[in-house]
């Protein structure tokens, strides 16, 4: 029996550490993301390790790039390989390439509120908050000087609703909130509705989660009464870090005219009057109801 030879061309070990390099980045990442939307760990573990799995994901790009030089020089196999840690490498960093270029002018700020000059406490979430997240007093005017710069558009809310009114509309507005399709609903810590007659401001705290690994951010909602309605004002912060890629801004512009329109649509709704039932009118004498 003739025994054939079949050639086999070596593959390249640049292909081959650019694949392995590139599945362990993405293991990596999946795990932090179901780490850090489960709670099961702090997030600043989880934020971390994905950090460390995109620069691992940098790295297989490289191997990539370095393996089809040599691929092309030298004739080797592993195209597929290096196709492969290719592909995932670039599906990992895309999405925080895309955050530092959307960001690359944004001020290095954190918490965003409608009013600077006292902006709404933390009070429930106060309590809840880990000890190692960002303070939860408002990070003073130097903060607010920014913001106004980056956010003109950012500022109170007037309606002429009274405060029970509009305190309703951005409940209902909050119970059903998310910032994304995929993120989860926002989970509300404390409801504390407005006494006009006490004077008593309403309060609605919550926690956002952001789309992709359900970071908790915080969110206020205050409402206080004017001579002709309601003031509103919100405050949206993030619990780590120190940028917030424009997240907190967005979120306090979006929920703001979610409220308004809310309200808006409260005032078009009237209660129907009910009917009114009269009586037959009464007989007269010598007369017989027919």
Not at 53 to 59: G, S, Y
Not at 240 to 253: I, K, W
Not at 260 to 271: H, L, S
């Amino acid at each position: 029996m003739v025994r054939r030879y079949v050639h086999e061309e070596p593959t390249s070990k640049l292909a081959i550490w650019a694949r392995r390099m590139a599945g362990f980045a993405f293991v990596a990442s999946f795990l932090a993301i179901i780490i850090v939307r489960s709670g099961m760990l702090e997030n600043l573990p989880a934020l971390a390790a994905l950090g460390g799995a995109i620069a691992i994901a940098l790295i297989a790009m490289l191997l990539s790039l370095a393996a089809f030089v040599v691929i092309w020089m030298e004739g080797l196999a592993g195209m597929g390989k290096a196709l492969v840690a290719m592909v995932i490498s670039l599906a990992l960093v895309a999405y925080p390439a895309y955050l530092a270029v959307r960001s690359a002018r944004l001020p290095w700020i954190y918490d965003i509120t409608t009013d600077p000059l006292d902006p709404p406490r933390y009070e429930a979430l106060a309590r809840v908050r880990p000890r190692d997240a960002n303070p939860v007093a408002y990070a003073g005017l130097y903060s607010a000087e920014q913001q106004r710069q980056a956010y003109p558009d950012i500022g109170p809310m007037l309606v002429s609703a009274a405060p029970e009114v509009a305190y309703e509309a951005a409940r209902t507005v909050i119970a059903r909130r998310r910032d994304t399709p995929i993120a989860p609903l926002w989970r509300v810590i404390e409801l504390r509705a407005p006494l006009a007659a006490a004077r008593r401001e309403g309060r609605i705290e919550a926690v956002a989660y952001t789309s992709l690994m359900g970071l908790r951010d915080d969110v206020v909602v205050r409402f206080r009464a004017e001579a002709d309605g309601t003031r509103i004002d919100a405050r949206s912060s993030s619990r780590y870090g120190s940028f917030d890629f424009g997240a907190n801004a967005a979120r306090v512009r979006s929920l703001m005219n979610d409220i308004d329109i809310a309200i808006a649509a409260q005032k078009t709704i009237r209660p129907r009057t009910p009917a009114v039932k009269r009586s037959p009118p009464l007989a007269k004498k010598g007369q017989t109801r027919q």
